[in-house]
């Protein structure tokens, strides 16, 4: 193995040109198995359902201590290509940023870790702990077959992280300002009101589901959740969509829909918010004499790690690279650490995410290097 230090600038620019759009794998992962193996990672490529995923281990399978790292190389879809100003997948190198889709969110985040585990492995002690990495192909997507896979494999494998990092952009504006410790949860709610047609002259011979549709979204969309707990701002309801499409004036509809969604913090869970938007819902179905149903997806739970050891190290790392002491949040919106929280202790950090999604994505050069040298100062303060 060469003694050269694994470049995750060159390794990010590999990954861009990797046009793996979810569910498209894209030649992501086969480039990092083949980087991971020629560095002595044993390599498990645990695809399911059509979804590519890699799982890859250093270090003895029963070491006391294994730290974790959680990823994904899918990335969303590039949308008008003619707004771009650079090829999406081209990986072009200028004005000090890097450009493409996912430079930011995330394959900077696993070609830094990829990198930093690589050259932390050379010369390590045989039996000085284990380092896994479980990267999923469908992270952007609908996340049942990415890290949801990976945790079911490792569990009928017997592989366990001990504690685990998600290299999600975490930074708002400045490197180093932010580590999560947790997470809102998610939920979705599609409602669906229905009464009876009628001709809008005449509206005594129909039931109108309009004005309940109108009640209800107004006293969920005015009613407060809660006013935050100790490591989480308050739960958020929005109404993001009500449509009945009638184009008549004249004609009273039979049926109308609305969705909500709701981010919600550690004073709730799903099944309590489901609960309680199931009783609104009959309330208003009594009082306006209309058919109301629900269905309801929860994305995830909202979840905490205590501050604590987990956050300590990577906090202590973030001051030492970059001179900033970052804060512990709960913000943003949800993460592949939603799946992680029931295998063992987890955080995220990651680089600024100004632009992940965005047209003409693109990450500062230099912060690829340093977060090189954060996630390299953890794996060498975890296993000191």
Not at 17 to 40: D, K
Request: proline share 5%; charged share 25%.
């Amino acid at each position: 193995m060469s003694d050269t230090p694994t470049d995750p600038v060159a390794l990010t620019a590999e990954l861009v040109r990797c046009a793996s759009v979810t569910p498209e794998e894209g030649g992501a992962l086969r480039l990092l198995q083949e980087r991971l193996e020629a560095a002595g990672f044993d390599c498990t490529r645990v695809d399911r359902e059509g979804i590519a995923n890699l799982f890859a281990r250093w270090g003895g399978k029963g070491a006391a201590r294994s730290f974790g790292f959680n990823g994904h190389t899918d990335v969303v879809p590039v949308g008008d290509e003619s707004a771009w100003s650079v090829d999406p997948f081209g990986a072009e190198m200028h004005d000090g940023y890097l450009w493409g889709r996912g430079a930011t969110d995330m394959k900077s985040g696993v070609a830094a870790f990829v990198a930093a585990a690589i050259d932390h492995v050379r010369g390590a002690p045989a039996g000085n702990g284990a380092i896994l990495l479980a990267i999923t192909g469908d992270e952007e997507g609908d996340a049942e077959h990415g890290t949801r896979a990976l945790l079911d494999w490792m569990e009928a494998q017997g592989e366990a992280m001990t504690h685990c990092l998600v290299g999600e952009p975490t930074c708002p504006d400045r490197m180093g300002e932010m580590i999560k410790i947790g997470r809102r949860g998610s939920m979705t709610a599609w409602i669906t009101v229905r009464g009876e047609q009628g001709h809008s002259a005449y509206p005594h011979r129909a039931k109108n589901p309009l004005p309940a549709m109108a009640r209800l979204v107004d006293r969920l969309s005015s009613h407060p959740l809660d006013e935050g707990t100790e490591h989480f701002d308050a739960s958020t309801l929005a109404v993001v969509t009500i449509d009945t499409g009638n184009p008549a004036t004249n004609v009273i509809p039979a049926e109308t829909r609305a969705t909500v969604n709701i981010r919600f913090n550690d004073a709730h869970s799903g099944e309590s918010l489901t609960a309680w938007l199931q009783d609104h819902l009959d309330r208003v179905a009594r009082e306006f004499d209309v058919e109301a149903r629900m269905r309801v997806k929860v994305s995830g739970e909202s979840f905490l790690t205590p501050p604590g050891e987990l956050s300590s190290l990577v906090a202590t790392a973030v001051e030492a690279e970059t001179g900033v002491a970052p804060v512990l949040s709960t913000s943003g919106g949800t993460s592949d650490a939603r799946f992680v929280r029931d295998h063992c202790p987890v955080v995220e950090f990651g680089l600024v995410g100004r632009t992940m999604h965005q047209v003409d994505e693109r990450v500062e050069i230099d912060q690829i290097t340093q977060l090189k040298a954060i996630y390299a100062r953890i794996l060498r303060d975890y296993f000191s």
